[in-house]
């Protein structure tokens, strides 16, 4: 069973549109994360929920929205794509937000605007 | 704020040979270090981490790192490489004292080739 599964794993689209990305994790955890990883492989947090709640906001555009319908998911909807946006993008998860908790990683949503 | 950089965007080494990958971080207060590996079109899997106690930690794959707070240094090192540790390598630190709410901060990445 795949412990933090994200979909889909490819996503080619246009500027302008909006797209989402799903990711879901079956290891029981209260807390998940979005990270970007750029073209440079540079990895940085975008957002984090804890049972639901945000409790990471960096300083991400407005045009990114996450939503937590459960512990379980988190999804990240992205409005009026801009070609700046094409990089792979990590969801994870974590028991608790606590300082030693290991952060398990899915396999990455690819995404290219065109 | 916290950085974390390592030294070395590729590293090539014989099979066989020492792997020594370079990690360092700046922080005012001594954060807790991990290091993960992401093998090509993969998510990212953690080898170890420190927290507290002993400095030297085992991970898995037989790799180990040691925390040095005199050198703001948490270095990854495998005594003898195989081809299937081939893949790129991330340190990450996180802040410690309860307000980073669980945000890593990840270095640039070391790509490590091992050659037959």
């Known amino acids: 069973d795949t412990a933090v599964s994200q979909t889909p794993k490819y996503l080619v689209t246009q500027m302008g549109n909006d797209k989402s990305i799903k990711c879901e994790q079956n290891?029981?955890?209260?807390?998940m994360y979005w990270y970007k990883q750029d073209s440079k492989k540079f990895l940085k947090i975008m957002f984090s929920?804890?049972?639901?709640?945000?409790?990471i906001n960096e300083t991400v555009p407005n045009r990114f929205s996450p939503k937590s319908p459960d512990k379980a998911h988190l999804n990240l909807h992205i409005n009026s794509l801009e070609l700046g946006d094409s990089a792979v993008y990590f969801c994870?998860?974590?028991?608790?937000?606590?300082?030693?908790?290991?952060?398990?990683f899915g396999p990455g949503t690819r995404l290219t605007v065109l | 704020a916290q950085s974390v950089t390592q030294l070395g965007s590729h590293v090539s080494v014989s099979e066989g040979a020492l792997v020594l990958l370079r990690c360092n971080y700046s922080?005012?207060?001594?954060?807790?270090l991990f290091w993960y590996v992401q093998y090509p079109n993969q998510g990212l899997q953690l080898l170890l981490k420190?927290?507290?106690?002993?400095?030297l930690v085992k991970g898995i794959n037989g790799f180990e790192a040691e925390f040095k707070k005199s050198e703001t240094s948490f270095h990854l090192t495998k005594p003898s490489a195989h081809m299937s540790d081939a893949a790129e390598y991330f340190c990450?630190?996180?802040?410690?004292?309860?307000?980073?709410?669980?945000?890593?901060?990840f270095g640039q990445g070391t790509i490590l080739t091992v050659h037959p």
């Open positions: 290891l029981g955890h209260d807390t």
């Open positions: 922080s005012s207060v001594p954060p807790y």
């Open positions: 990450a630190a996180r802040v410690a004292g309860g307000t980073s709410y669980g945000k890593l901060t």
């Open positions: 994870a998860s974590s028991q608790d937000y606590g300082e030693t908790d290991t952060q398990y």
């Open positions: 420190y927290t507290t106690g002993a400095t």
């Open positions: 929920y804890n049972n639901k709640e945000l409790i």
